[in-house]
């Protein structure tokens, strides 16, 4: 926690810094498929209790993985939200919901790489209704202190 004196008396950088490693902390229980599939089920379920009906939901792709914490790939990922959001619609057929597949730019042209070849498969894929959850890619982290857009302009053109 940081109050709003503690908040005031410091720079973007040591606020992202004062939470950083408690993303580190959830984030492997969150990628566990079992856990991934309720805390998405719960946060959007969330949504819909306060009336929010359209959700775009930021998803960094490629770090799910299973009992035996063996990757699942992009295919399965999206089919697991599909099965999410299809088990949400029942009650609430009106909820719409996109995803959009965010990189990291702070850990490199790798990982970004590796999201833009996710959207190209997903964009790609066979059966729609999985193609149809793409609405996007977004890069983020602190913009002070990662590269700028124009390092991966090349691989995203």
């Not at 492997?28 to 498929?33: S, T």
């Not at 699942?72 to 959001?85: A, G, K, N, T």
């Not at 029942?90 to 959207?119: E, S």
């Amino acid at each position: 926690m940081l109050s709003e004196r503690q908040a005031i008396e410091k720079e973007s950088h040591e606020i992202w810094k004062h939470f950083q490693h408690k993303f580190t902390k959830v984030g492997e229980l969150g990628k566990y498929v079992p856990f991934f599939k309720k805390l998405t089920k719960t946060a959007l379920e969330r949504c819909i209790a306060q009336n929010v009906f359209i959700v775009e939901y930021r998803h960094i792709s490629g770090m799910l993985f299973d009992d035996d914490r063996q990757p699942l790939s992009f295919l399965e990922e999206l089919r697991i939200i599909r099965q999410v959001v299809d088990d949400l619609q029942k009650t609430t057929p009106h909820f719409q919901f996109k995803l959009v597949l965010t990189g990291l730019k702070i850990v490199g042209k790798t990982h970004i790489d590796k999201m833009l070849r996710h959207i190209k498969e997903g964009v790609n894929m066979e059966d729609k209704r999985l193609v149809e959850l793409i609405a996007g890619f977004d890069m983020v982290n602190e913009e002070d202190y990662t590269s700028e857009i124009s390092v991966f302009s090349e691989d995203i053109l």
